[in-house]
């Protein structure tokens, strides 16, 4: 076990700064409380970064992120900064290349006290998004110009997603070991129309095979995106290709109360970069009431990386204390505006880092 953990810190634009603020006062507090050892160092990078120097994240800064042992990132790339082509400049597109960031999970989690549209009693799912290839393998393909067609390319490797099932088959066992869920693990694809996504289903049912304490279950994406709506009761893990997991994952999102409470993780084999699933919303920086839960529960995710890597039980204890006092204090208030509140972001950091204080000097 390692004494001390490296944690690259990247703010970003927009409310990235201000939800990252609270999420490191709050990661801070919760490993000390546990007796883990955190050295945190702050990088810029971003749009604001890439209009003053022409680039949006630096050689030295990639290096860092890849030396440190996790990546908390807060929210990167504003509508105005663009690259020449017209692409928005957000440098997390270089860490998932450059580290093999294959996997983006987001947890989906109806927290008591969150406004939600739907009448559900229970939400509690892990969408896996497969963020190298799928949807947006062809990306930089070169292409004949032309006003009359354009092609965008699936692509499937038996790599990829090989590592990316026994990563859900292993987050199932784990959710159910560390919350108690039911360790299921759904494929969305569109086997009934498409060669590739028939290939990935034949190799879920290998993987499958691979992991008999789990269930596995496979439904077509375009019912399996209705379900989220009707049944997400009946959903664990899921798991799917590139763009099928961008908009499940949303809907994820929009179904626990909205991008203010989402986290997310990217993650490789050796590599972490945590992130609120939200953007940087411009329109809200700088009056102090973006909502930090996201960010915060990201960094939960950062210790349960941590612990899972380094076998470390102390980062455990930090993250479940840290996921109990956010839904203390979603449940008992305060809360910012978007999910029907009327506190500021440090109202809500101060009330987490009170109830977080609470708990350790029982
Ligand atoms: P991106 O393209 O960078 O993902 P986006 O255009 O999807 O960004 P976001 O920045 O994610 O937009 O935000 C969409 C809207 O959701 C914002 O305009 C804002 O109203 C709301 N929102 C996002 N994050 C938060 C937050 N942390 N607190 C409160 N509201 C938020």
Known sequence: ??????????????????????????LDSAARNHGVQLVRTTYEAGA????????????????AAGEADAVLFG???????RRPDGTETGPQVELRERYGLFASLRPTKLFAGVPTRLKADKIDILVIRETTEGLFAGRNDYR????????????????????????????????????????RVTLLDKANALPSQAFMRKIFDEVALRHPDIENDRRYIDAGAMMFVTAPESYDVVVSENIFGDITSEIGAGIVGGLGVA??????????????????????????????????????MLLDWLAERHGDERCNGAAGAIRSAVEHVLACGPKT??????AKTSEVTEALLKQLNRVAMR
Do not use: W
Not at 48 to 63: F, K, M, N, P
Not at 268 to 284: I, K, N, W, Y
Not at 337 to 342: A, F, L, M, P, T
């Open 75 to 81: 929210a990167m790339g504003l509508p105005d900064v």
């Open 337 to 342: 505006r978007d999910i029907g509140g009327d």
């Open 263 to 300: 986290p997310s993780a990217d993650i490789g084999l050796r590599h972490g970069v945590f992130q609120p699933s939200h953007g940087t919303a411009p329109e809200l920086a700088g009056l102090a009431v973006a909502n930090p839960v996201a960010a915060i529960l990201s960094a939960a």
């Open 1 to 26: 076990m390692k004494t001390s953990y490296e944690v690259a810190v990247m703010p970003g634009d927009g409310i990235g700064p201000e939800v990252t603020e609270a999420a490191v006062a709050v």
């Open 48 to 63: 604001e970064y890439y209009r003053r120097t022409g680039e949006a994240i630096s050689e030295a800064v990639l290096v």
């Open 144 to 183: 004949e110009p032309s006003d009359e067609s354009v092609s965008d390319r699936m692509t499937i490797t038996r790599a990829t997603c090989e590592k990316l099932f026994d990563l859900a088959f292993a987050q199932a066992r784990s959710r159910r070991h560390h919350q108690g869920t039911p360790g």
